[in-house]
């Protein structure tokens, strides 16, 4: 029998994808032995429903051309192309899978099972939901239960797994399987030999996914960009703490690149010391974003922090008071809630150093005095940090005539995920 469109565009079914998709997975939940793409808990997933969330700037097409405005709690229909506009946004919700639109991208809905993104960028999260099979292009990407995906499509297309071991395959027979933390970048039908390491966009859909992840890039960039702007001190003091041999730096390179490898290593539990910074040096110069190069070497920013205010306190006297200011940066930008706001920060010498794209001429914010040390501070303020910054846009609404205009910043809100927050630790001197 085929569905009823008559009624397509003109009722919403708020709260349908949440009653009729979580709250059921929950209650059966218990009987569930086994998810796939195809066939789960209570029956087939392809005949499982798909509705419309958190939808703003969005339009949905029939396969008959009709075209409505998409609304959150919509219940979409095999064939649907759900289309976001130039900072639009939405979350395509099958049981409890989620599969996020960012702006500019066209999704359509080929059952409850499979979708095909004609273009733009996607994250489909099965974390706790059945597997999805989306088309790409010439490529099939498989994510199964347990996994979150992030696939692009425009001049060329990109894949990458958040979480877990998602699956290539062409029309040819070929097949790759891109583990967690690893993206491909594919021409036509070539799959590449080998992935790469991911290098993340940290935008609304990532933050849904792997909030944690998100949140120790946020955190790395941040610091990354404190080391910038504190001079060559810095470098030094880590430099001459290090007792491992150091890749020279080509010109050019900013300090962050020479001096995190070296830190996240020391903060890594891995292997041998001198191994984790050769890997972390691979994974970054090969388009690794800090977070990622953090979390391949088991570690995370809250202890990246608490590293690199070891290295201070094991510096020899004439080079203290660098790594501090490092610290103090995104300590700054925490009480801020926007380092575009950072003019300058204090350095050893008492000047300034200017942050990148910044005038250098507005006042140095100074961090409050506190008996604690500049670690205990930062990894307090990290959270505050990414939460303002991740909260920068409002939640949009059912009507997205009247919702207000998206903010210039890339972070958008995550309202129904609940970041956890770094430990605050004891600092021993």
């Avoid at 706790?128 to 790409?136: D, E, N, R, T, Y």
């Amino acid at each position: 029998m085929m569905p009823d469109h008559s009624h397509m565009g003109q009722m919403a079914h708020p709260g349908l994808a949440r009653a009729g998709g979580m709250g059921r997975a929950a209650l059966i939940g218990v009987g569930c032995l086994a998810s796939t793409v195809l066939v789960g808990c209570g029956g087939s997933v392809a005949s499982s429903p798909t509705t419309l969330q958190d939808a703003y700037s969005v339009q949905v097409v029939h396969p008959d051309g009709s075209v409505v405005t998409g609304v959150s709690g919509l219940r979409l229909h095999n064939g649907d192309v759900v289309r976001t506009a130039a900072g639009g946004r939405a979350e395509l919700r099958t049981r409890s899978r989620a599969v996020y639109l960012v702006s500019d991208t066209a999704v359509q809905i080929v059952n409850g099972a499979r979708q095909d993104l004609r273009h733009g960028s996607v994250v489909a999260d099965a974390g706790s939901g059945p597997g999805l099979a989306l088309q790409v292009g010439d490529l099939k990407v498989d994510a199964p239960h347990g996994t979150a995906v992030r696939a692009e499509r425009s001049v060329m297309v990109r894949v990458g797994t958040l979480i877990g071991t998602a699956r290539l395959s062409t029309d040819t027979g070929r097949a790759t399987s891109v583990p967690a933390l690893s993206q491909v970048m594919v021409a036509g039908a070539a799959l590449p030999d080998a992935p790469s390491p991911l290098h993340l966009t940290d935008d609304n859909a990532e933050a849904h996914a792997a909030p944690s992840l998100v949140r120790d890039d946020l955190a790395l960039d941040s610091l990354a960009a404190g080391i910038d702007a504190t001079g060559s001190s810095t470098a030094q003091t880590v430099a001459s703490a290090w007792h491992g041999a150091v890749d020279s730096a080509p010109a050019g390179v900013a300090r962050s690149e020479n001096v995190l490898p070296i830190v996240i290593a020391t903060a890594g539990h891995a292997k041998e010391a001198q191994d984790r910074y050769r890997e972390a040096v691979t994974l970054r110069t090969s388009g690794g974003s800090w977070g990622v190069v953090a979390h391949q070497l088991g570690t995370d920013s809250a202890a990246v922090l608490l590293a690199l205010d070891a290295f201070e306190h094991r510096a020899s006297t004439g080079q203290v008071g660098t790594v501090p200011a490092a610290l103090a940066y995104i300590a700054a930008i925490g009480r801020s809630g926007n380092p575009s706001l950072l003019g300058s920060v204090p350095t050893q010498s008492g000047g300034s150093g200017s942050r990148r794209g910044g005038s250098g001429s507005s006042p140095s914010p100074k961090p409050s005095a506190s008996p604690t040390s500049p670690a205990d501070t930062v990894v307090g303020t990290v959270t505050d940090t990414i939460d303002k910054v991740l909260k920068v846009l409002p939640t949009a609404t059912a009507t997205p005539s009247s919702a207000p205009a998206p903010s210039a910043s890339p972070i958008l809100p995550i309202p129904k995920v609940s970041l956890p927050t770094l430990p605050t630790p004891v600092l021993g001197h």
